[in-house]
């Protein structure tokens, strides 16, 4: 059995799946700013209801960044202490390989957000004005803000992506975090 977890995600999204990549079981949890005390233990739920023990797992895939950094921290602290007891392996990627089209907006705060312009672009962070005037004159774009006539980018296909992912054999995730400039 195998793990996906995407707490960078608004909603967030546990898969349990197997070694031929079909999803056995998946749950999303809307945990709204109890992150640190609610991940454990909705998690154990989780594996408890499809009869599943940590070390039952071979592998545990984790969106890493970027994201609140509450919820980075988190997530990569629980998934090290996993593999620390269980001696499982890790597959960290990052919330823009969730999908296959681009440009990318991921907000960062209310005046910013995360932006990739096209596969294997470098992640930058951007005034949210700015991003609107660089997109006038692109149709298609995925925003995880609602904005009229726009995709909103947390319509993921997380069977697409569990079929596609390349397994790696990581022992310790660290978290990222990208430092945005702080004025004061």
């Given at each position: 059995m195998n793990l996906f977890l995407n707490t960078i995600s608004k909603i967030w999204k546990i898969i349990l799946f197997d070694n031929d990549k079909n999803i056995i079981f998946s749950k999303d949890i809307e945990v709204l700013w109890n992150e640190s005390t609610l991940l454990i233990n909705q998690l154990d739920i989780f594996l408890k209801e499809n009869n599943t023990f940590y070390s039952d797992l071979e592998n545990i895939v984790v969106?890493?960044?970027?994201?609140?950094?509450?919820?980075?921290?988190?997530?990569?602290?629980?998934?090290?202490?996993?593999?620390?007891?269980?001696?499982?392996?890790?597959?960290?990627?990052?919330?823009?390989?969730?999908?296959?089209?681009?440009?990318?907006?991921?907000?960062?705060?209310?005046?910013?957000?995360?932006?990739?312009?096209?596969?294997?672009?470098?992640?930058?962070?951007?005034?949210?004005?700015?991003?609107?005037?660089?997109?006038?004159?692109?149709?298609?774009?995925y925003w995880d803000l609602k904005i009229d006539g726009k995709i909103n980018i947390e319509d993921i296909d997380y069977e697409k992506i569990i079929k596609n992912i390349v397994l790696k054999k990581e022992e310790i995730i660290k978290p990222f975090y990208v430092k945005k400039p702080s004025i004061s």
């Amino acid at each position: 059995m195998n793990l996906f977890l995407n707490t960078i995600s608004k909603i967030w999204k546990i898969i349990l799946f197997d070694n031929d990549k079909n999803i056995i079981f998946s749950k999303d949890i809307e945990v709204l700013w109890n992150e640190s005390t609610l991940l454990i233990n909705q998690l154990d739920i989780f594996l408890k209801e499809n009869n599943t023990f940590y070390s039952d797992l071979e592998n545990i895939v984790v969106v890493n960044w970027p994201g609140s950094f509450t919820w980075v921290r988190t997530t990569t602290l629980m998934v090290n202490t996993i593999n620390f007891v269980n001696k499982k392996n890790i597959t960290p990627i990052n919330y823009f390989e969730l999908f296959d089209n681009y440009p990318i907006i991921k907000t960062s705060s209310k005046r910013d957000s995360f932006v990739v312009f096209s596969k294997n672009w470098e992640v930058l962070v951007m005034l949210n004005d700015e991003i609107e005037k660089k997109l006038e004159n692109i149709k298609s774009y995925y925003w995880d803000l609602k904005i009229d006539g726009k995709i909103n980018i947390e319509d993921i296909d997380y069977e697409k992506i569990i079929k596609n992912i390349v397994l790696k054999k990581e022992e310790i995730i660290k978290p990222f975090y990208v430092k945005k400039p702080s004025i004061s």
